[in-house]
C-alpha cells in the first residue's frame, strides 16, 4: 500500500480552514470541494492512458487519452458525496457508483445499506473517496467489495487519515494488491470515541448538517 500526504501550501491552507470549527458548512463545503480537486490532481497520476492520433489546426500529432474501460469513482454516502464533483471535474467521463456505508459510533462496526455499482469491474480503476480514514473498516470493507469485483487497482482520497485507520488497512488487504491512499494528512491519533484527533469533527456533518 502507498500513502501519498500531499505537501501543497494550497493544500495545507484549505485543510486548516476546514478544521477550524468556526468555519461554517457553506464554506466547508467550497472549500473541501477545491482540496479533493487538488488531491485528485495527484490521485490520477496513475491513470491509464494510451497514445491518440488527433489533428490540430496545424499538423496531425499523438497524444494521450484516458483509455476504456474508463476509471470508476465511488463515493462513499454520505460524506463522500461531498467530494464527488473535485473527482469527476478532473475525470468527467469517468463513472460513478456508490456505496452506502454507516459506521455505528458505540461498536465503530460498519454496515453497507446501498450499493450502486457493476457486478463486474474487471480492468477498472477505483477511486474511493471518503474524507475521513478513521479505524480504517469502512475503506476495508469498500477496498475489498471492489477487488471481489474484479478491480485493477483502488485509489482511496481521503482528507485526513488516522495512523491506526492506515495501519488496518494495510493490514488487511494483501500486499499484492495496487492500493493507494491520498490524503491532505496523517493526523495524530484517533480517540476513544473514534474521532481523527486534531481532525476537523464529523465530515458528514459539517458538509450537509446533523441530520
Ligand atoms: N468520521 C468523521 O467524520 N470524523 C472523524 O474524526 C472520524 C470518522
Known sequence: MRVLEIDHPLVAHKLTVLRDKKTPSSVFRQLADELVTLLAYEATRSVAVAPSGINTPVAPTTGMKITDPQPMIVPILRAGLGMLDGL??????????????????????????ANRLPEDLTGRQ?????????????????????????????????????????????????????????????????????????GLGDAGDRLFGVV
Open 88 to 113: 469527476t471535474r478532473l475525470i468527467p467521463t469517468g463513472e460513478v457508483g456508490f456505496l452506502g456505508m454507516v459506521r455505528n459510533d458505540e461498536t465503530l462496526e460498519v454496515t453497507t445499506y
Open 126 to 198: 477505483c477511486f474511493v473517496l471518503d474524507p475521513m480514514l478513521a479505524t480504517g473498516h469502512t475503506l476495508i470493507a469498500a477496498v475489498e467489495y471492489l477487488l471481489e469485483r474484479g478491480a485493477k487497482d483502488v485509489t482511496c482520497v481521503t482528507l485526513v487519515c488516522a495512523p491506526e485507520g492506515l495501519k488496518t488497512l494495510e493490514e488487511s488487504i494483501a500486499e499484492d494488491v495496487n492500493l493507494t491512499v491520498v490524503t491532505a494528512a496523517v493526523d495524530d491519533h484517533l480517540n476513544e470515541r473514534g474521532y481523527i484527533v486534531p
